[in-house]
């Protein structure tokens, strides 16, 4: 754990060189400014060595159970393979093990090939947008296995970030939610959303790869994590594509499927 943290700090010590400045700075500033991170809580300061050290051990209390909060990558279910691989992409020497984003370097081509990383440090990206289309932020329910998965993945220098095509205008739901099912116990994640009519997931998602190393995305429909397959006539087409499945790109259910919440009310 304390080797992946150092590589981790290492590797974002080299990024400031990259990009001229310092990578606190560049952090909210990714996908040209749609991050949105501490703005719905009013809360602008980062948190400090000493405070992750501490949530990482006794926070937050799981939202469901009442027990103590314990990040672990054991995570059971669909989340296995997805933290699994992260941790072990996370863990690679960004110099002399370069690692791959999970972003298509041509997605015309249709051809498995991703982006380079350099030394940009390591991120995670999960897509909240039910292929059902039905959407409540408010809604949103905890996911206790999740939830200690991505806290072990920060722990590990692993930044991670959430993305919708929901305007802008409801980060402030977003953020309360995702705090108040300890899925961003501490407000530091980033949240993509949409500012502009024309903005597109895809936009995002790429230029979230100019400033990290999106090493897996967690979506429940192959469009989350390239718009390409909104557009193909042939699906067939894209077969070379499917060797991304489980290395870099992990199919789960949405938190926010619908059964999934039909199932949370009536529970």
């Known amino acids: 754990m304390i080797v992946r943290r150092l ?6 010590s080299a990024l400031a060189l990259v990009l001229g400045g310092c990578v606190a700075a560049a952090i909210p500033l990714a996908a040209g400014g749609v991050v949105l991170r501490n703005e719905a809580l009013g809360d602008d300061e980062p948190a400090s060595d000493t405070a992750e050290d501490e949530r990482g051990e006794t926070d937050p209390a ?39 984003s999970a972003i298509l370097a041509t997605p015309g081509s249709l051809q498995p090939e991703t982006v380079e990383c350099s030394v940009r440090p390591s991120a995670v990206l999960v897509d909240l947008d039910p292929a059902s289309g039905a959407r409540d932020f408010a809604e949103l329910p905890p996911d206790p296995a999740l939830a200690r998965g991505l806290q072990a993945l920060r722990l590990e220098g692993v930044f991670v970030f959430w993305i ?40 995002r998602r790429k230029e979230l790869s ?24 042939d699906p067939a087409a894209a077969s070379p594509l499917e060797a991304l499945i489980g290395n870099g790109w992990f199919l789960v259910p949405t938190l926010l499927d619908t059964p999934t919440l039909l199932s949370t009310k009536e529970g």
């Open 62 to 100: 799981d939202a469901t159970e009442g027990e103590p909060f314990t990040p672990t990558l054991a995570a059971p279910g669909p989340y296995q393979a997805f933290l699994t691989y992260s941790s072990e992409q996370a863990a690679l020497d960004p110099v002399a093990e370069p690692r791959r």
């Open 7 to 12: 590589r981790a700090a290492l590797a974002a």
């Open 164 to 203: 919708s095509d929901a305007s802008a205008a409801e980060a402030g739901t977003l953020r309360k939610r995702l705090t108040e099912t300890g899925l961003d116990p501490t407000t530091d994640d980033g949240i993509l959303l949409m500012r502009r009519a024309e903005d597109r997931k895809q936009l």
């Open 210 to 233: 100019q400033t990290h190393c999106l090493i897996a995305i967690l979506g429940d429909e192959r469009s989350d994590f390239d718009e390409l397959y909104d557009y193909l006539k």
